[in-house]
């Protein structure tokens, strides 16, 4: 039988909401790719980000507009050439990766050269929220040992003060989606280093983040909408710490890994996201995590329903994918 591509949307409810500064949502709609060579298949999720100006609709038809190619044997290696980093991408890689194990019968993380990947201490995400409510959410799950807090306000002094008094062992990430300003960005850094916080995620916006060069940095910043690829890499030294990879934004496993390993060689600090996904989208990420210094891969965590068989986690741990999931 010939190789075939298909596209398809799903919708997994979110348990409760997923806020932010830019909205909330209570559903995680995600679009998969599944790629057939005979009676092998390997498939991949993707999750379209309207901030980038993705839609499903256009996603699904940049996936489609793909199989020809795919279907007359475009490499993972030429992909990275025909189509932009993305979602689209993302999906596509991801099943070529799984069906490149498949054919060989070997694992991703053997073709990879990933060593004896182990589980991770994931993230879980507290969404923004007025700070009583906050302060309730973190203490619900003050247990955990890495905590993610969505903030992103005018006036977040008393949302991180909240958080701290609810969860007061956990290491704490804020991740700001853009929402800070060059005027109050002093004050809320001084309330992340009085609060212990452990790392910043992007708190100005992409584009206008000059003055994260010029102030002092009390705390670790981290990119995360300010750096989609690799080329991307050398214009954040010096105003940032970290990076956030997230295989949405890469467009895949394969940018992931070239991007993680030049992170590295320019002294930024590593963290792997996901977008709000299942444990399909996740399970290439986990791979991408070994050995980062922050993992927020809790997407189906925040689900209602996740896919069967998922992801196994623990507490705060996510563990490799089997198989029978992906890889």
């Not at 996936?63 to 980093?85: D, F, V, Y």
Request: net charge negative; charged share 25%; glycine share 8%.
């Amino acid at each position: 039988m010939p190789t075939s591509l298909t596209a398809a949307v799903e919708h997994f409810p979110i348990a409760g909401a997923f806020t932010i500064s830019r909205g909330s949502k209570t559903t995680a709609s995600v679009v998969t790719c599944r790629i057939t060579d005979g009676p092998l298949a390997g498939w991949g999720e993707c999750v379209p980000y309207g901030r980038y100006g993705e839609t499903i609709e256009q996603v699904v038809g940049d996936i489609e507009l793909m199989r020809p190619l795919i279907e007359s044997g475009l490499t993972r290696e030429a992909l990275q050439q025909a189509m932009k980093p993305g979602a689209a991408r993302n999906a596509i890689d991801c099943a070529l990766w799984d069906l490149e194990a498949k054919r060989s019968g070997r694992t991703v993380v053997s073709l990879a050269g990933i060593a004896d990947p182990k589980p991770l201490t994931t993230a879980y995400t507290i969404s923004l929220a007025e700070p009583d409510e906050m302060l309730a959410r973190a203490a619900e799950n003050a247990h955990r040992a890495l905590l993610k807090i969505k903030v992103g306000t005018a006036d977040d002094i008393s949302r991180i003060r909240a958080v701290r008094r609810g969860a007061p062992q956990s290491r704490i990430i804020l991740d700001a989606n853009e929402g800070w300003t060059e005027d109050n960005l002093a004050i809320h850094f001084a309330a992340c280093a009085e609060n212990d916080i452990a790392l910043v995620e992007q708190p100005l916006p992409a584009g206008r983040d000059e003055a994260l060069a010029e102030i002092a940095r009390p705390v670790p910043v981290c990119a995360d909408e300010s750096v989609h690829k690799t080329d991307d890499l050398a214009g954040l030294v010096g105003r940032y710490d970290a990076v956030n990879i997230k295989l949405d934004k890469t467009g895949g496993l394969t940018e992931a890994l070239r991007m993680r390993s030049s992170a590295e060689a320019l002294g930024l600090k590593i963290m792997v996201g996901c977008m709000v996904g299942s444990s399909l989208a996740m399970a290439p990420a986990v791979l991408v995590a070994q050995g980062a210094d922050f993992v927020d891969l809790d997407g189906p965590l925040l689900l209602a329903r996740d896919r069967q068989p998922g992801l196994r986690y623990e507490a705060s741990l996510v563990f490799p994918p089997e198989a029978s999931l992906w890889g």
